[in-house]
């Protein structure tokens, strides 16, 4: 398995298990057999471009090119994916219990 593949199959299996979705689930969504999906997900298929845009649609993602020198930039706002923390929590500038060294 290449890594790219690698990476495909892990971003698409993480997006499955996110959404709470089991591989039979998705298999019906999509219109693929189960195997299918358990074989995407070990990255033992060369995938038609066709099921990996409607996979990544079932799944919430989005699937774009990025110019390579975009690719440091994008992954810097992207994050690893996950759930960002809600953009109007306001943190205080200091907690009581912070350790600063002070007994």
């Known amino acids: 398995m290449t ?6 199959a892990k971003t698409l299996k993480d997006a499955r298990v996110r959404k709470g979705l089991t591989q039979r689930t998705l298999s019906l ?10 074989r995407i997900e070990a990255g033992k ?11 990544t649609r079932l ?3 989005e699937l774009m090119l990025v110019p390579r020198q975009a690719v440091p930039a994008v992954r810097s706002i992207v994050g690893d994916g996950g759930p ?3 953009a109007n929590v306001t943190r205080p500038a200091y907690r009581l ?3 600063d060294g002070h007994a």
């Open 59 to 61: 799944l919430d993602l």
């Open 84 to 86: 960002s923390p809600p």
């Open 45 to 55: 298929v060369d995938l038609q471009l066709s099921s990996l845009v409607a996979l």
């Open 29 to 38: 969504k999509a219109g693929l057999p189960q195997s299918h999906i358990s």
């Open 3 to 8: 890594y790219l593949t690698q990476a495909f």
């Open 97 to 99: 219990d912070d350790d």
